[in-house]
């Protein structure tokens, strides 16, 4: 699988979930991009986020296709609720992957930490998960008893979704 942006090969890392399990994103050593399959970005921790922004080297750019480097969709902008409208996200209408150039996963993962502290500090219950997750495929029941104070669970500060 090739980058998006600039054309590189992808590696094929494995994350930690919030959740204990593993999964496997594919990272552009370059430019710093990471390609997560639908609903994986829900999956990680924000330290996850922040540990794979910081694994780009600097090498060769090329010029990259725009297109998904799983299924070859042309990848397009994603707007929603749960995306601030500085954050710029690229979602594949055919297979739903998600593509984050360097450093925008880490402004999604903080937006989404915000967000979701804000709500459990006044107590305000969330109108929909998608209000904080990118729509996919995703378990969500360790996120909601971390997110309602449920003993023998962690609270929920970095979008911590199983």
């Given at each position: 699988?090739?980058?998006?942006?600039?054309?590189?090969?992808?590696?094929?890392?494995?994350?930690?979930?919030?959740?204990?399990?593993?999964?496997?994103?594919d990272l552009c050593?370059?430019?710093?991009?990471?390609?997560?399959?639908?609903?994986?970005?829900?999956?990680?921790?924000?330290?996850?986020?922040?540990?794979?922004?910081?694994?780009?080297?600097?090498?060769?750019?090329?010029?990259?296709?725009?297109?998904?480097?799983?299924?070859?969709?042309?990848?397009?902008?994603?707007?929603?609720?749960?995306?601030?409208?500085?954050?710029?996200?690229?979602?594949?209408?055919?297979?739903?992957?998600?593509?984050?150039?360097?450093?925008?996963?880490?402004?999604?993962?903080?937006?989404?930490?915000?967000?979701?502290?804000?709500?459990?500090?006044?107590?305000?219950?969330?109108?929909?998960?998608?209000?904080?997750?990118?729509?996919?495929?995703?378990c969500c029941v360790?996120?909601?008893?971390?997110?309602?104070?449920?003993?023998?669970?962690?609270?929920?500060?970095?979008?911590?979704?199983?």
């Amino acid at each position: 699988m090739n980058c998006p942006k600039c054309g590189n090969v992808l590696i094929s890392k494995t994350v930690k979930t919030a959740a204990s399990g593993s999964i496997e994103v594919d990272l552009c050593e370059t430019c710093g991009g990471v390609y997560f399959d639908r609903g994986e970005v829900n999956r990680i921790t924000k330290q996850d986020a922040d540990r794979l922004s910081n694994t780009h080297t600097h090498g060769t750019m090329h010029d990259g296709t725009n297109h998904c480097p799983k299924c070859g969709a042309s990848l397009e902008r994603y707007w929603g609720e749960s995306v601030p409208s500085d954050v710029y996200v690229l979602r594949c209408p055919d297979c739903s992957g998600t593509w984050f150039s360097h450093d925008e996963l880490q402004k999604f993962k903080d937006a989404q930490s915000a967000k979701i502290n804000y709500f459990r500090t006044w107590k305000i219950p969330l109108s929909s998960l998608s209000s904080v997750l990118i729509p996919g495929a995703f378990c969500c029941v360790d996120w909601l008893n971390a997110y309602r104070g449920r003993p023998g669970t962690q609270p929920t500060t970095n979008g911590n979704i199983c």
